[in-house]
């Protein structure tokens, strides 16, 4: 087993790495929209400003998408896989009803080619001020 972490890659929340290698199989941690190198304590989302009690001043949900996405795949070339080797993807939601319209579509922008298993899943918070999360396994060679 290896342990992957990366600078292109937004730094973890907590102590874990941003991926790890079992035999051929890939299990990325939760990725999400947070800019590389950005930390919890700067929390550079991109779409997101906040004023100084957490309030959204701006939030644009299609750019935390194309970012996530961004960031996973990110993981995946510094790990040695690819996107095209994605098998599972599991998509965590903090508000479904607003936000699943606009994932879904740009979701098909970027799977139009590579189509993993995909679960989708409404929760009440992340542990960041992000709309969105991705848990991930890949093949890798």
Known sequence: MSIISSDKAPKPVGLYPHARKVGNLLFLSGVGPRVAGSDAQDSQVPGLKLDKNGNFIEFDFEAQCRSVFDNV???????????????????????????????????????????????????????????????CIATID
């Open 73 to 135: 795949r990110v993981i995946l070339e510094e790990s040695g896989s690819s996107w095209d080797n994605l098998v599972d993807v599991t998509v965590f939601l903090v508000n479904m009803k607003r936000d699943f319209h606009t994932y879904n579509r740009v979701y098909a922008e970027y799977f139009k080619d590579n189509q993993p298993c995909r679960t989708t899943v409404e929760i009440n918070s992340l542990p960041t001020p992000i709309a969105i999360e991705l848990k």
